[in-house]
């Protein structure tokens, strides 16, 4: 079975340049997540997919930040104009949404460096 | 207050030897679960061992166990017969309802594990 799958892997940029992560998760899993992960710290949820629909937003900075999640399948997650915080590690995340324990299945992250 | 708090931000431990990452945890719902992921270097959170508010047990997986005490509020991880491969960082994390389409984890700071030859 094929994991959560993220690109790109790395990404530099200058502060108040644009920047986009894709994410496709595994197939039939219904909830997908966007997680911040700054250096030293741990990961913190930006946003949270049920299906194509946002079931929690409320620490994503509505201001720069983006997501969406076309048919309920893929997603993406951009940052426009970026701020120097904003380097950190994105990871995507999926689960099921229903039933079992819960767990969420994590990509390996896409890592964001802003000059 | 801080819903997960794991105290140590690093520890050594010889290699062979058992060792025990703490995490406590602080909510008012009745239905919870609880995580430990491991994070290696390549940056990948790897799921290792879940226990649900409910179990009468304390999770196991292989080497990894999870000493829960619910009246202490308490779910540290415990790696029997450590291996040069534990090294990396560990993240607890909670699940505060298992609700359809909820199963949002809150996570800790974090502890890096570094074992030695």
């Known amino acids: 079975e094929a994991g959560v799958a993220q690109s790109p892997r790395y990404k530099i940029i200058e502060k108040r340049q644009s920047v986009a992560f894709w994410c496709n998760p595994i197939s039939g899993h219904a909830t997908l997540y966007w997680y911040q992960q700054i250096l030293g710290q741990g990961p913190k949820l930006l946003i949270q997919?049920?299906?194509?629909?946002?079931?929690?937003d409320s620490q994503l900075p509505k201001d720069r930040f983006s997501a969406e999640r076309l048919k309920g399948v893929d997603s993406t997650l951009k940052i426009q104009p970026a701020k120097l915080e904003d380097s950190a590690v994105y990871l995507c995340?999926?689960?099921?949404?229903?039933?079992?324990?819960?767990?969420?299945?994590f990509g390996e992250g896409s890592r964001l460096t802003v000059l | 207050a801080q819903k997960i708090t794991q105290t140590q931000p690093g520890m050594f431990v010889q290699e062979k030897e058992a060792v025990t990452l703490d995490c406590t945890y602080d909510t008012s719902d009745p239905s919870y679960g609880l995580f430990w992921y491991k994070q290696p270097s390549s940056g990948e959170m790897i799921f290792l061992i879940y226990?649900?508010?409910?179990?009468?047990q304390n999770a196991t997986e292989g080497r990894y166990s999870l000493n829960f005490q619910k009246a202490r509020k308490s779910a540290n991880l415990v790696i029997s017969a450590s291996q040069l491969g534990d090294s990396a960082m560990y993240f607890c994390a909670m699940r505060e309802a298992f609700n359809f389409g909820n199963e949002k984890l809150t996570f800790g700071t974090g502890t890096r594990l570094t074992i030695i030859p």
């Open positions: 997919f049920q299906n194509n629909g946002v079931v929690d």
């Open positions: 226990q649900g508010s409910y179990d009468q």
């Open positions: 995340a999926s689960s099921l949404g229903q039933g079992g324990t819960g767990e969420l299945f």
